[in-house]
């Protein structure tokens, strides 16, 4: 922290908490601070999300890490005047869990004390996204420094190999192979692009992590873009994400001004500038060749692989695509090296995971774990436990994800282990429904979803999507055909099968899962004496004979 | 080489060979409907889709390439019952109206349901009915048989440079729609028919002009001359399933008379003619710009012969108005003449006259129904019908195409020359113009081997010669030791490279020969399915072939039209020429 305060006050201010008049609750902070005469011991600081996602405006106290929810502005007076001035907490407000602690994270093991490191969100929530110096201070842009001065590109390559990272986007592939690729290719000029297009729904991970530590992204776009010999990058981004492209905007400006991103970075020749794009909302545009396209200009719809990205990407040169969270993992591991990266997590998939939880939790929101912590974990140690009812499922990695029954909770959540049961730890979001919520009106909202976002390039998908939908809500009136649910089954592994792109072929993860687990609810919706009409060749006109 | 298995079958085949061709070699044909050889392997219908081991999903066999040890496998029965899925999923988004269908047994879709047996389909349609697009002459468009493949907007965009067709939303809504509005006629649109060529089913098709052909035979009151296009006699026997590049001009004229024309013409004998007009029209801008040094004369001369050829031009590039042959097509010359010099002649009123004419072409329909082509008084071409509609015609009535004997045309408008059936393939007209215009210069026959200019013929999608002339004739010495500049592009996606460069000045040439379809009219949007390059080498080679076999090679020889200038032109660039065989062009960019 760069102020000598004795108290200090984390304003979150992230696109949730903007909307409910955190900045209006900032300024009545410095204002009741000065009215107290508190300003030099008491300082205001803005930050991003602090954690709790469903609590309103939340400020967190530091050093003490109180958390206050649901703030607003006519509550600052008296908030500053128990709090401060007379020194006991604000009980109307406060929150029962608190700001996750500091840890040394360099002696940390995640195998061998309980929970609380944080990697990715290490800055989130603490430090003021607006304002480089405190990255700085927090050991901002080291890692770049180091990489610059003290490693060659392949080095650098070998230490993202090493630790073992994969890919938080959703299919996990693995980081340091990736650079490899791009940086095989002696085409140039190449490019590194942040895919921050996310559309996972549920998942807004990647949204905090910007909002809360933007220089942290530039960081690690920087450092991939000296590994692979790119000097340019670009952050694809939501255009929804506006508080995200503001800070990220400042961020660059910022960076460029102290020499850390532009011409001749560190005094060295090597050149990186980042730049912006903003993506028109369309889910398919988060997978990578469909992002490319939307870049170009072109209509959102994933392209041929081969060639991959790493060969032939954005503007046909190579490319390497990576996730927000992906990036925010570079410099630390740079930073304290890729043994100490896998203390963290499980032997497979080291490291850390951030998720948004949310659905019928105690406490929904943003938070980051090792990975394999188990789904039962999550939800009652760091979620709060189910809010209402029983624990009914849970879908994890968004709409694309696989939906776990309650025998599924003591699973551990890493690539590999959920690999093992048949699923996929996809994006980072969970959702966890209670006993309320019915398996067919689920699944009909996540069809709902697919067929509205499926590009229509693919006839698997195109009309897949559609069909599913219609099947779920004959289900949901009641009226599905008597084997209905067989032709789910079998529509849902030939879009597996044969769609284009994942998002057709993710659509059988909601749909066979739920299949697996939630059969005897699904059959429910079938009227066993509905049968097709079915229309035969000579109804149809298709001609039998060919001469 | 990679060695490879396919279904437990040794395969040896050169690495970067698609699996597709590769079972291909072997006798296994692997269903596709997106792909189009040559134009587009987008991998998007799925039909094609093969196992390979160690593969997590199926893999789309028209762009995987082989690579060393790949084990592949084409119809396993996770193989069958994918594209069972897919077939029953196209088939709950189409209308169930083969019987009825353009289509019917010409239908990729139909086949594909046909050979994969599917009995029933296990999804409902949920299909939203869209109206029809029938605002422009040429081209139909029904969006409810539209399978998505989008191999019209690949030859539409990337082929023809033309952009009118786009996919429109998204997901299941998506529609192939023109880019600028819900109609053909609002959009610029060349009316060229590649889509209609590409389209496996029957989602754009010519506008059929069959019944209105019918209802004119059947009026006791009018007569009726049809005229025949270069490019058909070459195709035609398709329809019947004859081999591409099966010559059929005596069973077509046989075919026509026993369907009840009154006179079977030839667009040929209009050819040759159009050589003799745009040739003296060349010669003359030479010499306005060589002897005159008239600036206001534009050099490169680009041929006008090809109507979608012409809409582009005037779309795109409207400055180029000066630069093109103000000479009608053949088909329009022909109109004009028929019901004028020919109706005189049998002593027929104009509005006595029908003229029909059978084209490779769409943008023909559009083309005989500009304001501008009525120099006869009435319109000049009544009717177009496509080879395709020909094809149907001639089924309606009952013909046994294939075993006809061959007829001679009519006299005197079905009589021609070689030089006027190469107008039908790329390069054609260009050569025809040297073989005239060469020999008008300088007396002599141009000096190449079997008056071929094979620097332009083929399928290379910009050709160049260079003709250095000497030797000339006292009145065309101001020509004497030029080197003529030509160049020939076939496709509009090809024009556009020569336009530019000659815009840009990269390029000087005198004289440039445009064909809006790829191969040129052989390969026209009205021409039986499916166009490969394959079948455009064939047609092309059956034209030479007619040409070599001709009395008279040289349009300049042709006997008819030396009548009738003699009887009733005058003179080339005459003033009748000018009224009846001329025209203006519009810039219609906005």
């Known amino acids: 922290m760069s102020k000598r305060s004795i108290a200090q006050i984390l304003v979150g201010i992230d696109g949730n908490t903007v909307l409910s008049g955190a900045r209006k609750i900032k300024t009545k902070l410095i204002t009741e601070i000065n009215k107290q005469g508190l300003s030099d011991q008491v300082s205001v600081i803005e930050t991003g999300s602090i954690g709790p996602i469903n609590k309103g405006v939340v400020i967190g106290i530091y050093p003490t890490g109180e958390m206050y929810g649901n703030v607003t502005e006519k509550d600052i007076a008296e908030f500053v005047q128990e709090k401060f001035v007379k020194g006991r907490p604000y009980k109307k407000l406060l929150l029962e869990e608190k700001m996750q602690p500091e840890i040394d994270l360099k002696t940390y093991d995640s195998r061998k004390t309980q929970y609380f490191g944080r990697i990715v969100l290490d800055n989130c929530g603490k430090i003021n996204p607006e304002d480089i110096e405190e990255y700085i201070g927090m050991g901002g842009y080291q890692a770049l420094g180091t990489v610059l001065k003290e490693k060659t590109p392949e080095e650098v390559i070998q230490i993202m190999k090493n630790s073992g990272l994969r890919g938080r986007g959703g299919a996990g592939f693995p980081t340091g192979l990736k650079w490899s690729f791009a940086a095989q290719e002696k085409e140039s000029p190449k490019y590194v692009i942040c895919n921050a297009d996310e559309g996972e729904p549920g998942t807004f991970k990647d949204r905090l992590i910007m909002e809360g530590d933007p220089h942290r992204v530039l960081e690690g776009m920087a450092i991939c873009g000296y590994a692979i010999g790119a000097n340019t990058g670009y952050i694809y981004i939501r255009g929804e994400y506006q508080l995200s492209i503001q800070r990220l905007e400042k961020a660059i400006n910022d960076a460029e001004k102290l020499g850390l991103l532009g011409k001749n970075i560190f005094g060295t020749d090597f050149d990186f500038k980042v730049k912006i794009k903003m993506g028109a909302g369309s889910y398919v545009c988060g997978e990578e060749t469909s992002l490319l396209n939307s870049m170009e200009g072109f209509r959102g719809e994933p392209r041929l692989k081969p060639p991959f990205p790493a060969k032939s990407g954005f503007l046909s040169k190579p490319t390497n695509v990576n996730n927000v969270e992906t990036l925010a993992n570079i410099a630390p591991i740079i930073l304290n090296g890729a043994e100490w990266f896998k203390k963290f997590g499980t032997v497979d998939s080291p490291g850390t995971k951030v998720y948004t939880i949310l659905g019928h939790v105690n406490r929904s929101g943003l938070i980051e774990v090792p990975m394999g912590i188990t789904l039962r974990e999550v939800i009652y140690d760091y979620a709060g436990g189910i809010s209402s009812g029983e624990f009914k499922m849970a879908q994890i990695g968004g709409t694309a994800g696989d939906i776990l029954s309650a025998e599924l909770l003591d699973v551990a959540l890493d690539y590999k282990s959920l690999q093992e049961v048949g699923h996929n730890l996809g994006s980072g979001a969970i959702l966890i429904m209670n006993d309320s919520v019915s398996v067919v009106d689920f699944l009909k909202c996540c069809m709902k979803f697919f067929m509205h976002e499926s590009c229509g390039r693919c006839s698997v998908c195109r009309i897949g999507t559609k069909q599913m939908y219609e099947s779920f809500n004959r289900l949901e009136k009641k009226e599905a055909y008597f084997d209905e649910l067989k032709n789910i089954e079998e529509l849902a592994k030939g879009l597996n099968l044969a769609s284009f792109c994942p998002l057709g072929q993710s659509v059988a993860s909601p749909v066979l899962s739920a299949i697996k687990y939630f059969e005897a609810e699904l059959s429910e919706g079938i009227n066993p004496n509905k049968i097709h009409e079915p229309v035969t060749r000579e109804e149809s006109g298709i001609v039998f004979s060919y001469s | ?590």
């Not at chain 2, 009118?164 to 023109?178: D, E, K, Q, S, Y």
């Not at chain 2, 530019?500 to 790829?518: D, N, R, T, W």
Request: with cysteine.
């Open chain 2, 1 to 590: 080489m990679a060695n490879i298995t396919i279904n437990n079958m040794k395969v040896e085949v050169p690495e970067g060979t698609t699996i597709l061709d590769a079972a291909k070699t072997i006798g296994i044909k692997i269903p596709t409907l997106c792909y189009l050889k040559n134009v587009q392997e987008p991998g998007s219908c799925r039909m094609c889709l093969v196992e390979v081991e160690g593969a997590k999903t199926l893999q789309p066999s028209c762009v995987t390439q082989v690579s060393e040890g790949m084990k592949i496998h084409t119809n396993t029965k996770k193989i069958r019952d994918t594209r069972k899925i897919i077939l029953e999923l196209l088939l709950s988004d189409h209308p169930w109206e083969c019987n009825t269908c353009d289509r019917n047994q010409d239908c990729e879709l139909q086949k594909l349901a046909d050979e994969y047996g599917i009995k029933e389909v296990r999804f409902q349609s949920v299909k939203e009915r869209l109206p029809l697009d029938e605002s422009t002459p040429g081209i139909v468009r029904d969006p409810n048989k539209c399978i998505l493949c989008r191999r019209c907007v690949t030859v539409c965009q990337e082929v023809q440079g033309v952009g009118t067709l786009a996919p429109r939303a998204r997901g299941f809504n998506t529609i192939i729609a023109p880019g600028q509005g819900n109609l053909l006629s609002e959009a610029v649109c060349v009316q060229c028919g590649q889509c209609a060529a590409v389209c496996p089913v029957g989602a754009i098709t010519e506008k059929d002009d069959i019944d209105k052909v019918w209802e004119a035979l059947d009026d006791p009151n009018k007569y009726v001359v049809v005229q025949t296009a270069p490019a058909i006699r070459a195709a035609l026997g398709e329809c019947f399933d004859l081999e591409p590049g099966t010559l059929v001009k005596g069973k077509m004229t046989a075919a026509l008379k026993m369907l009840g024309f009154n006179a079977v013409f030839d667009t040929n004998f209009t050819a040759d003619l159009t050589i003799l007009e745009e040739g003296t029209e060349l010669l003359t801008r030479l010499k306005k710009v060589l002897v005159d040094k008239d600036k206001k004369v534009a050099l490169p001369m680009f041929t006008s012969c090809s109507p979608g050829w012409i809409n582009y031009m005037e779309n795109f590039y409207p400055e180029l108005i000066p630069n093109i042959s103000t000479c009608k097509s053949p088909q329009q010359m022909f109109g004009a003449v028929a019901k004028t010099y020919y109706a005189n002649k049998i002593g027929k009123k104009k509005e006595e006259i029908v003229v029909v004419s059978i084209m490779p072409c769409t943008a023909k329909k559009f083309e005989c129904n500009r304001e501008e082509m009525n120099a006869s008084g009435v319109k000049d071409v009544d009717y177009v019908l496509t080879t395709r509609e020909l094809g149907k015609f001639i089924k309606q009535a009952g013909i046994d195409f294939v075993n006809l004997p061959d007829e001679e045309m009519d006299a005197p408008m079905g009589i021609s020359t070689g030089a006027a059936d190469i107008f039908a393939n790329t390069g054609g007209v260009m050569e025809a113009a040297l073989r005239t215009a060469y020999e008008i210069v300088t007396g002599r026959e141009i000096p190449f081997n079997g008056l071929h200019v094979s620097s332009v013929q083929g399928l290379d999608g910009v050709k160049e010669a260079s003709l250095k002339i000497d030797g000339t004739k006292e009145e065309w010495a101001f020509l004497e030791g030029v080197t003529v500049n030509v160049a020939v592009a076939h496709g509009l996606g090809n024009a556009k490279k020569v336009i530019e460069k000659v815009l840009s000045g990269e390029k000087q040439y005198h004289f440039i020969e445009i064909m809006a379809c790829p191969g040129g009219c052989i390969g026209g949007g009205g021409q039986p399915r499916m166009t490969t390059d394959e079948v455009r080498q064939a047609r092309i080679k059956a034209i030479y072939k007619e040409d070599e076999g001709r009395k008279y090679r040289k349009s300049h020889e042709n006997p008819a039209v030396k009548a009738l200038y003699e009887e009733f032109l005058v003179k080339p660039l005459g003033e009748k020429s000018h009224h009846l065989l001329h025209t203006k062009y519009s810039s219609k960019k906005d």
